[in-house]
C-alpha cells in the first residue's frame, strides 16, 4: 500500500503535507490499510484538509469516518478494522491524547487507543483466534456500557471491561478468550447451534493452547474471578457440561451444599440458599460465593477439577485475597473429592465451624 505519493494541485509546485505522511503509512499498515479521520486529526490534520487528501491520494472511505489506502485491505481483516475504527471515534481522541501524553510511538499509542474503546468479540474474535469457520460478515465488537453505535456496521455487546482485559491477536486488539466464548453464547442465545459452536470453540481453543478447557471450566464455575458477568449464558454452561471429561460438578456441588447446610444447622447457623454475591463497602461486587454464613461473614467454596488447574488455581488465591479485604470475610475451600466421603467431608464442616465461631467470640449453640 502507498500513502507517501505526493500529488499536485493544477500546474502548481506539490502540495504542502499538513500532517506526516510517513507515520499515517505507518499507522495505516498497523490497521489493514485503514486510518480514522480522528486519528489524523489528533496527528495535525485539519478537517478541512480531509476530502483533499483522499482525492489526491486514491483513498477512499471504508465507514464514516474512516479512510482505506490505496491498496488497503477490504476482506474479512479490513472489515474488522474499519469497524473498530468507526466505533473508536467515540472517545477514542481523548484516549489517543493521554496514550500520547505518556510518551512512546505516535502510531503505537493511536492504535492502542481504539482497543481502550472497542475490542474484537464473538465468532469475530475466535476466528481470528483459529476457530474453525468464517467469520461473520458483520464484525461482532465489546464495547463499554453507553456506548452510541447507531448507524456504524457492526454488532456489538455492551458490558463493563477490566482495564487492560485485551488480547492482541495479530495486531488486533481482541476480548481474552473466556470473553469471547461468553459473547459467543450470548450473541446466538436464540440459535438452535448456540451450545455447539461454544463447545466447538473451546475445543479450538484448547487445541491451539490459547484457552485451556479447565479455565473455560473456571471461568462457568465463577465468572467473576474471569472478569466476566455474573450471569452466565445458558448456552456457555451447557458447553461447559459437553465439554466436562465425565464429571458433573453441578450434582457434586448440589450434594457439598446440603451438607454443610445440615451439619451447620447442628450450630444453630443458617446458609445462603443460592450462591452468595460479596460486595465490597461501594457496593462493588467482589466474589460469588457457593455458600455463605452471613453472620459470621464466612464463605464456603466446593472446588470442582478444573480448580486442579494452575492458572484456576492462581485465579482463586487471587480472589480469596480479595475476599479477605471485606471486612472480616473469610473463605474455605472443599475439594470435590471430599464431597463423596460424606463422614470425613461433615467433621471437616464442624471443625470450619467451631475455629469460625471462636474468632467471633462465640461458643457453639
Not at 53 to 63: E, I, Q, S, Y
Not at 226 to 248: H, I, Q, T
Not at 278 to 301: F, K, P, S
Not at 330 to 339: A, C, G, I, K, S
Request: charged fraction near 30%; hydrophobic fraction near 40%.
Amino acid at each position: 500500500m502507498d500513502t507517501s505519493r505526493t500529488g499536485t494541485l493544477g500546474d502548481g509546485p506539490p502540495a504542502r503535507e499538513p500532517v506526516d505522511m510517513a507515520l499515517l503509512d505507518q499507522l495505516a499498515t498497523r490497521q489493514a490499510g485503514h486510518v480514522a479521520v480522528w486519528q489524523a486529526v489528533v496527528l495535525g490534520l485539519p478537517r478541512s484538509s480531509v476530502t483533499e487528501l483522499v482525492a489526491r491520494r486514491g483513498w477512499t472511505r471504508a465507514h464514516r469516518g474512516v479512510l482505506r489506502v490505496l491498496g488497503g485491505r477490504s476482506d474479512d481483516l479490513g472489515r474488522v478494522w474499519a469497524a473498530l475504527l468507526c466505533v473508536a471515534g467515540i472517545g477514542g481522541p481523548e484516549r489517543a491524547a493521554s496514550r500520547m501524553r505518556e510518551g512512546g510511538e505516535q502510531a503505537d499509542a493511536l492504535a492502542r487507543a481504539v482497543s481502550d474503546v472497542a475490542v474484537v468479540t464473538g465468532f469475530s474474535a475466535a476466528w481470528l483466534m483459529g476457530v474453525r469457520g468464517r467469520p461473520p460478515a458483520v464484525p461482532q465488537l465489546l464495547v463499554e456500557r453507553g456506548t452510541q453505535v447507531r448507524g456504524r456496521p457492526v454488532r456489538v455487546v455492551r458490558s463493563r471491561r477490566p482495564a487492560g482485559d485485551v488480547r492482541w491477536i495479530d495486531g488486533v486488539p481482541c476480548a481474552v478468550p473466556h470473553r469471547v466464548l461468553w459473547d459467543m453464547a450470548w450473541i446466538g442465545r436464540r440459535t438452535d447451534r448456540a451450545v455447539v459452536n461454544v463447545a466447538d470453540a473451546a475445543v479450538d481453543l484448547d487445541r491451539t493452547r490459547v484457552l485451556s478447557i479447565d479455565e473455560f471450566l473456571g471461568a462457568v464455575a465463577d465468572p467473576l474471578s474471569f472478569g466476566l458477568p455474573v450471569r452466565v449464558p445458558r448456552a456457555m454452561v451447557r458447553a461447559a457440561d459437553r465439554v466436562r471429561p465425565g464429571f458433573s460438578h453441578s450434582a457434586t456441588e448440589a450434594r457439598g451444599r446440603v451438607v454443610i447446610r445440615q451439619t451447620l444447622e447442628e450450630f444453630g447457623l443458617e446458609t445462603t440458599s443460592r450462591p452468595y454475591l460479596l460486595r465490597d463497602e461501594t457496593g462493588r461486587m467482589v466474589a460469588e460465593l457457593d455458600v455463605a454464613v452471613t453472620e459470621l461473614q464466612w464463605g464456603l467454596e466446593i472446588d470442582g477439577p478444573h480448580h486442579d488447574a494452575p492458572s484456576v488455581a492462581r485465579r482463586d488465591r487471587v480472589r480469596d485475597g480479595r475476599v479477605r479485604q471485606v471486612e472480616r470475610w473469610d473463605v474455605t475451600r472443599y475439594h470435590h473429592t471430599l464431597v463423596s466421603q460424606e463422614t470425613t467431608f461433615r467433621h471437616r464442616v464442624r471443625r470450619d465451624a467451631l475455629d469460625r465461631l471462636a474468632r467471633h467470640g462465640r461458643r457453639a449453640a
